[in-house]
């Protein structure tokens, strides 16, 4: 059993918004399905980080899902600033089990344990929150990372951080992300929202105060889930 990670699919199959007309993006899903099935197992777990489906609304998204579900693997979903469908976790659980998926759950306020991981994470915030509203959702987001990596505790696993938003781009750091990676011993976080060959170029891929970040957004990766090592 291992543990892979992708994220902003941005799938479309029941909204007329294709990202093909994108540079990159070219028949990217049949090349994410082709890449995703030389990888992946149905033992293996996947998690996706954010930007999953265009869907307005929840009970939208049923082919982007019923997708995801056919896909080998459990998958494990977070938040990104494109899922307007995002609902309370006990409404989009409930709508899974109503569509039947039963290979997908919600990363939300939790955690999970897969191969030697205990995986936490949320959505994360904008870099420069400035703005009062801005600084009030960092906050939240701050204490929904908390809240996942506290549930983490009782596991004897490594836990390992997935965002949406980059804790750091360029000289702009978020630290009150990273205050909470470090306080917590996290050593990798995982990312996307970057998207093109000028903004992907200047992401952060390394090290930075003890922990290994790396961009995941799917145009970044080629679209080939990464296996977390």
């Not at 699919?9 to 994108?22: A, C, N, V």
């Not at 006990?90 to 899974?96: A, D, F, G, Q, V």
């Not at 998926?101 to 929150?129: M, P, Q």
């Amino acid at each position: 059993m291992s543990l892979f990670t992708i994220a902003d699919l941005h799938l479309s199959l029941g909204e007329d918004k294709p990202m093909d007309i994108f540079k990159g993006w070219d028949n990217y899903m049949q090349r994410l399905t082709d890449n995703w099935n030389k990888l992946i197992t149905d033992n293996d777990t996947v998690v996706i980080a954010g930007d999953i489906s265009w869907a307005m609304k929840l009970s939208e998204t049923y082919k982007d899902f019923e997708y995801i579900n056919s896909l080998p693997g459990n998958k494990i979903l977070l938040k990104g600033n494109h899922d307007y469908w995002w609902d309370t976790y006990s409404k989009i659980n409930r709508t899974l089990d109503e569509f039947g998926f039963d290979t997908i759950k919600i990363l939300f306020n939790n955690s999970y344990e897969a191969d030697n991981y205990a995986i936490c994470g949320t959505r994360g915030w904008v870099l420069d929150s400035t703005a009062d509203e801005d600084i009030q959702i960092l906050k939240r987001e701050c204490g929904r990372l908390r809240m996942s990596l506290d549930s983490a505790k009782e596991s004897d696993k490594e836990p390992v951080v997935f965002l949406h938003y980059p804790p750091l781009y360029g000289n702009v750091v978020c630290t009150d992300i990273i205050d909470i990676l470090t306080e917590y011993n996290v050593k990798k976080c995982y990312y996307g929202h970057i998207h093109g060959k000028n903004m992907i170029n200047g992401a952060f891929n390394g090290e930075y105060n003890g922990i290994q970040f790396r961009l995941i957004s799917c145009d970044a990766v080629s679209f080939m889930p990464v296996l977390v090592r």
